[in-house]
């Protein structure tokens, strides 16, 4: 999107996607995903940031085994639910 946001002004969104081989509707999709991200996507995102903060904080083997769990645990809150993704 970032490159469709630079060239938007100079050429349009529509002409952009077509050369991106984008549909207009795809397009505004992800933006609309963007503005209001499933609360799916607002969980990966801070599982996402846990991890990374682990893995800085420690070395990589330690990182792993104290990821898994919390990536196990994430599974089966998801199973429970019945979420696929």
């Not at 505004?28 to 904080?57: C, K, M």
């Amino acid at each position: 999107m970032t490159l469709v946001d630079e060239l938007k002004d100079r050429f349009g969104v529509e002409p952009v996607l077509r050369v991106l081989n984008v549909a207009v509707s795809t397009y505004y999709g992800w933006l609309a995903q963007a503005a209001n991200p499933s609360t799916r996507r607002r969980e990966d995102a801070e599982l996402a940031v846990e991890i990374a903060e682990i893995h800085d904080v420690r070395a990589a083997p330690t990182a792993v085994r104290e990821c898994t769990p919390c990536c196990a645990a994430r599974a089966a809150t998801l199973a429970a639910s019945g979420s696929s993704g």
